[in-house]
């Protein structure tokens, strides 16, 4: 795997900094694969770990807006990242459990390349996996993000988890 961090914050060259020093407070050894506007990916031992050791900080977190475990980054079309969806969701879900589907950015059909609708995209995803879908109060989260890769490439991220593995701070956004 590429990254298993992504570090969202408030733009700015004085914020970037700032971050990457609390980053390097509080995790310790961490390797920075890529940064771009208020977007930072990292590769860590544990990426859950990790989230749990800034969330216990999160008072002096205040322009990080979130910080998000990947367990997979693939190509970001939405047949593969559909099937890679379902292959995570049931290893990590419970068949009793329920779930919900974020999708942050842009999905691609592979065929055509051309963009995907986000409803139609979640919908491809949702359908794929076997588990009861709860909308408002989910048990488990999958959570994709589309992001830029070194500027260029996009890629994908997904990640399967329960809610309060993700530490979303200041904002919803980005």
Do not use: C
């Not at 051309?114 to 491809?124: K, Y």
């Amino acid at each position: 795997m590429i990254f298993n961090l992504i570090v969202t914050h408030e733009p700015g060259p004085e914020n970037y900094r700032y971050v990457l020093s609390i980053l390097r407070d509080y995790l310790g050894d961490y390797q920075m694969v890529d940064a771009g506007t208020a977007v930072i990916l990292l590769r860590v031992d544990d990426p859950y770990d990790a989230v749990e050791k800034l969330w216990r900080v999160r008072d002096k977190l205040n322009i990080i807006y979130r910080v998000i475990p990947v367990d997979k980054v693939t190509d970001p079309y939405v047949e593969v990242v559909a099937e890679e969806a379902a292959r995570l969701a049931e290893e990590k879900i419970p068949p009793d459990k329920t779930y919900r589907v974020t999708l942050r950015g842009r999905l691609y059909w592979r065929e055509t390349r051309m963009p995907a609708h986000s409803m139609d995209a979640i919908r491809v995803i949702a359908e794929r996996i076997d588990r009861a879908v709860s909308l408002t109060h989910p048990d488990y989260l999958v959570y994709i993000r589309s992001i830029r890769l070194y500027h260029r490439r996009r890629v994908a991220t997904i990640t399967v988890t329960t809610p309060d593995k993700i530490l979303s701070l200041a904002s919803s956004r980005p």
